[in-house]
């Protein structure tokens, strides 16, 4: 079956430490997104790429890292200089075009303290 | 700043009623609109998506209603299910690349 897988579902770590979430797909779409959730805000866009070793910050990458070396995996580093990084991380990815849907992971729950 | 705003945040109908979710955005770059609906600990998937040429798009039981002049678009699920019991998103994006802007979500409960 193809998807996104993202690795691990929950997450926990001390205030001050860099930690790195997993996003591999195997949809063979070459465009992927990490997307944060809060509750009340939707969704809104931390980084995307739309081909390997390139990648766009989006509206609120502060304090955040990617890397997309292959195609198939985008892992999001949440730095020590996010503010507040305990939240659901979402993957996605698409094919290029516009309109083409995105297909989301099951995310991963980060929580910091 | 919120591009695409979302009403109402919470929305609780009864089985078999309608349900009715609305969306409104600024920016009229804006030319390709989806639903997404989401399920608890999951991601969100694509429910329904139109683009602005049309004022109305059905799929089974879900019907997105579009006003272009307004800026306002809808989602209305009828014969509502328990099981549609999810948070539904509207989003927006523009002609440039896949940049997809969400709406802040509505959570629906159908009771039976």
């Known amino acids: 079956d193809g998807g996104i897988t993202q690795s691990p579902k929950y997450l926990f770590r001390k205030e001050g430490q860099n930690v790195t979430l997993s996003c591999e797909q195997n949809?063979?779409?070459?465009?992927m997104y990490w997307y944060r959730q809060d509750p009340g805000q939707g969704l809104r866009l931390i980084y995307y790429?739309?081909?390997?070793?390139?990648?766009q910050k989006g509206d609120i990458a502060e304090g955040y890292s990617v890397s997309r070396e292959k195609k198939e995996s985008f892992p999001l580093t949440v730095t020590s200089a996010q503010k507040n990084p305990t939240a659901f991380y979402l993957c996605?990815?698409?094919?290029?075009?516009?309109?083409?849907?995105?297909?989301f992971g099951n995310g991963t729950r980060l929580t910091v303290t | 700043q919120q591009q695409v705003k979302q009403s109402p945040q919470s929305l609780i109908v009864q089985k078999g009623g309608i349900s009715i979710i609305n969306c409104a955005y600024e920016?009229?770059?804006?030319?390709?609109f989806p639903w997404y609906q989401q399920f608890p600990g999951k991601g969100p998937a694509l429910l329904i998506a139109?683009?602005?040429?049309?004022s109305e798009k059905k799929e089974g039981r879900f019907t997105i209603s579009f006003n272009k002049s307004a800026k306002q678009f809808s989602l209305h699920i009828m014969d509502s299910q328990p099981g549609d019991s999810a948070t539904y998103f509207c989003?927006?994006?523009?002609?440039?690349?896949?940049?997809?802007?969400f709406g802040t979500g509505t959570k629906l409960q159908v009771i039976p």
């Open positions: 920016n009229t770059a804006f030319d390709y």
């Open positions: 790429s739309q081909i390997v070793n390139d990648f």
């Open positions: 989003a927006a994006s523009d002609g440039g690349y896949q940049k997809v802007t």
């Open positions: 996605a990815s698409s094919r290029k075009g516009h309109g083409s849907p995105l297909h």
């Open positions: 949809l063979n779409h070459d465009a």
């Open positions: 139109i683009r602005p040429d049309v």
